[in-house]
């Protein structure tokens, strides 16, 4: 089985901080993805790669950066954290057949 | 319009009946779409996939296409209280890997 670990399951920081969340994949797949989830939004996709050093933007990236220097590995940071970006991240990679694998997600609490 | 819609619920059945969720999407265009079930504080997961016109069946799982209509709807038979979570329906974008998501029908099984 495909395996996405994302590596906080839980994590509090102050506003202003920079925040990095990462995300690991053991399969080789090239498409990796950030996505938010918040209650009555869904979720909403911040920035995907489909290549190692390949970015693209999705629909809310701004306030994020990403980094993808290793197949394996995607990270999403947070510049500068804000109250506004509380919220459960979560990663995933895409399969062969359209099947996005998630992470465990990342419940981000900035105070 | 949203791209992909889905009733937010709570659809309450009783254990033993027919859970009937359904999605409705805005790109005529579309050729694949997912459900994923989300358990309180989990990752989402694929549990169907559907790609043409009509029914998939998947053990206690049926998902429905009508493609004219531009819905596509979840049935889970002999529903058990474990099958109480949330489902989001997922189309992707276009001529893109990036899957669009519902907001998700929160589904109650009670005993």
């Known amino acids: 089985d495909v395996k996405v670990t994302q590596s906080s399951r839980y994590l509090v920081k102050r506003t202003g901080e920079k925040v990095f969340l990462e995300c690991v994949q053991d399969m080789d797949h090239e498409n990796m993805f950030w996505y938010r989830q918040d209650p009555g939004l869904g979720l909403r996709l911040i920035y995907f790669?489909?290549?190692?050093?390949?970015?693209e933007k999705g629909d809310i990236p701004e306030g994020y950066s990403v980094s993808r220097e290793k197949k394996e590995r995607f990270s999403l940071i947070l510049e500068s954290a804000s109250t506004n970006q509380t919220s459960m991240y979560l990663c995933?990679?895409?399969?062969?057949?359209?099947?996005?694998?998630f992470g465990s997600g990342t419940r981000l609490t900035v105070v | 319009q949203k791209e992909v819609e889905q009733n937010s619920g709570p659809l309450s059945v009783p254990e033993g009946a027919i859970a009937s969720l359904n999605c409705t999407y805005s790109?005529?265009?579309?050729?694949?779409f997912f459900w994923y079930r989300q358990y309180s504080g989990k990752s989402p997961e694929l549990i169907m996939s559907?790609?043409?016109?009509g029914d998939k069946e998947d053990g206690r799982f049926t998902a429905q296409l009508n493609k004219a209509s531009q819905y596509v709807s979840l049935l889970i038979r002999d529903s058990q209280p474990s099958d109480s979570a949330t489902y989001l329906c997922a189309v992707p974008t276009r001529n893109t890997d990036k899957l669009i998501f519902g907001t998700g029908t929160r589904l109650q099984v009670f005993p």
């Open positions: 790109d005529r265009g579309s050729q694949s």
């Open positions: 559907i790609y043409s016109n």
């Open positions: 995933a990679t895409l399969g062969f057949s359209y099947g996005y694998t």
């Open positions: 790669s489909y290549d190692v050093k390949m970015k």
